[in-house]
């Protein structure tokens, strides 16, 4: 498992052409690779965005040895 926390900023967004993946996209990324086999939490505290994921590496092996 993993946690990232950023702190959130208090300036104005940019708009920028390209940006990192966004949150919707991850999730739809884990989904068709780790299907069922990962938790993902995202929440904020006061000034703090914080992930953690968490993905079942045992269960997504066994799945995809069953698929053979």
Do not use: W
């Not at 703090?48 to 269960?59: M, N």
């Amino acid at each position: 498992s993993i946690t990232v926390a950023n702190k959130i900023s208090t300036k104005p967004i940019i708009k920028k052409e390209r940006s990192g993946i966004g949150s919707k996209s991850l999730e739809q990324r884990l989904n068709i690779i780790y299907k069922g086999c990962y938790k993902l939490n995202m929440f904020r505290e006061e000034d703090v965005f914080i992930s953690h994921l968490t993905i079942d590496l045992l269960e997504h092996k066994t799945k995809m040895y069953n698929l053979r």
